[in-house]
């Protein structure tokens, strides 16, 4: 399966913007590009994913670059409750194996 | 709906007793997984379930881990028999289609300790 790479860990102001990077250079053409994030003590939880365009919904958009060799979530306005491991996962099939994704800590 | 139940939520046992875990994935969900997460090793794929019907169990640790999907409505867990360092949460999360195009929604796990 192809890799991911994300920073051990990030922090944010609380009511600015996040971009949370994920570099895949291994990545094969029909790999889809998840993020997940996982609050303390929940379970994962879907935040978006895409192919090859640019993707928005109501929790964050995913910015993929043009040889789609590394993503970004962003999160336009960061709040207390944004902090939690975000986790980027490539999928080709069905399965779904989580690295060790990026710690983000939201500074009031 | 109320999402992916796991039962129970907190589990403890002594080792060498059998441990069965439980999951009931949102109705009319076609693929189901389970996982293991602990401090060392992160987030583990067991095994993963299409249409009940088991795909890959690369991920299940040993002889001692077997997983089940009688139906599309429930799948188990079962360790048998149980050691220390089985302690981990073990959460299952289904997804409504198969496929690497569609989002996969987790229940709030079961905490297992060994002692």
């Known amino acids: 399966d192809a890799k991911t790479t994300q920073p051990n860990s990030m922090e944010s102001n609380e009511e600015e913007p996040v971009h949370l990077p994920c570099n895949h250079s291994?990545?094969?053409?029909?790999?889809?590009i998840h993020w997940y994030r996982q609050l303390p003590s929940q379970g994962p939880e879907y935040v978006i994913h895409?192919?090859?365009s640019n993707v928005n919904n109501r929790m964050a958009s995913l910015a993929i670059a043009e040889d789609r060799k590394s993503s970004t979530l962003i999160l336009h306005r960061a709040t207390l409750r944004d902090a939690a491991v975000y986790y980027c996962i490539l999928r080709r099939n069905n399965d779904m194996r989580f690295g060790a994704g990026t710690r983000l800590t939201v500074k009031p | 709906d109320a999402g992916v139940i796991q039962s129970p939520r907190h589990e403890v046992t002594e080792m060498g007793q059998e441990v069965t875990l439980r999951c009931k994935p949102i109705s009319g969900h076609n693929s189901l997984f389970w996982y293991r997460q602990t401090m060392m090793r992160g987030l583990e794929l067991l095994i993963y379930?299409?249409?009940?019907?088991?795909?890959?169990d690369s991920g299940m640790p040993e002889d001692r881990f077997s997983a089940k999907m009688p139906n599309a409505s429930f799948s188990t867990l079962k360790i048998q028999p149980s050691e220390p360092r089985d302690s981990a949460v073990y959460f299952c999360a289904s997804s409504p289609a198969v496929g690497p195009n569609t989002e996969a929604f987790f229940g709030q796990g079961t905490r297992l300790t060994v002692v």
């Open positions: 291994t990545i094969s053409g029909t790999d889809y």
């Open positions: 379930f299409n249409n009940n019907v088991p795909i890959d």
């Open positions: 895409g192919l090859t």
